[in-house]
């Protein structure tokens, strides 16, 4: 939440949510959840270095 919470500029309405059709084998509905606005995952993985 550090990193991504930073980059939202909204109040609301974070998410986007599409149907993706039914899994083979149960027909379980089945859909994918996207970020509406675009957040950087790298900064996650990049510490932030220091000044000594």
């Given amino acids: 939440m550090d990193v991504i919470a930073p980059q939202i500029k909204r109040d609301s309405g974070y998410l986007r949510i599409e149907k993706a059709g039914y899994r083979r084998g149960d027909n379980a509905e089945m859909g994918t959840i996207s ?3 675009d957040i950087d995952f ?3 993985a990049k510490p932030e270095k220091e000044d000594k």
């Fill in 42 to 44: 790298e900064k996650a």
């Fill in 35 to 37: 970020f509406v606005d």
